[in-house]
C-alpha cells in the first residue's frame, strides 16, 4: 500500500507525521489497495483461515470492522506521531510543528 510505504519511509526519518486518531483512522485507510477487490491476490497458502479473523477487511466493510483493524495498523500503534480529531486541531498542530 503506498500510503503504509511513504509513512515508514516518513516515519524512518524522524519527520513529524500528522495521523487522525482512532476514530477517523479507519475512513484515512479504508480505501487502500490492500482492502480493494480488484488488487485482492494472495499466494496461494498464505490465506488467513476465516476462524481465527474477528472481522473482513473488505472495501464495503462495516465501521466498526474497520475500527477493529485500523487499530492493529502501525498509524495507530507507532509511538511519536501527532494525532488529531478534527480539521482545527489538525491546522493548530500544522501550525506549532
Given at each position: 500500500?503506498?500510503?503504509?510505504?511513504?509513512?515508514?519511509?516518513?516515519?524512518?526519518?524522524g519527520?513529524?507525521?500528522?495521523?487522525?486518531?482512532?476514530?477517523?483512522?479507519?475512513?484515512?485507510?479504508?480505501l487502500?489497495?490492500?482492502?480493494?477487490?480488484?488488487?485482492?491476490?494472495?499466494?496461494?497458502?498464505?490465506?488467513?483461515?476465516?476462524t481465527?479473523?474477528?472481522y473482513?477487511?473488505?472495501?464495503?466493510?462495516?465501521?466498526?470492522?474497520?475500527?477493529?483493524?485500523?487499530?492493529?495498523?502501525?498509524?495507530?500503534?507507532?509511538?511519536h506521531?501527532l494525532?488529531w480529531?478534527?480539521?482545527?486541531?489538525?491546522?493548530?498542530?500544522?501550525?506549532h510543528?
Open positions: 500500500d503506498p500510503q503504509q510505504m511513504v509513512f515508514y519511509e516518513l516515519y524512518s526519518m519527520m513529524p507525521l500528522l495521523v487522525p486518531d482512532s476514530d477517523l483512522l479507519p475512513l484515512f485507510i479504508r487502500g489497495y490492500t482492502n480493494l477487490r480488484d488488487f485482492a491476490f494472495t499466494r496461494p497458502g498464505w490465506q488467513a483461515p476465516a481465527e479473523l474477528a473482513s477487511w473488505t472495501e464495503d466493510a462495516s465501521l466498526w470492522e474497520l475500527r477493529w483493524w485500523a487499530a492493529l495498523t502501525d498509524f495507530a500503534r507507532a509511538p506521531v494525532r480529531a478534527s480539521v482545527p486541531e489538525l491546522l493548530e498542530r500544522l501550525l510543528s
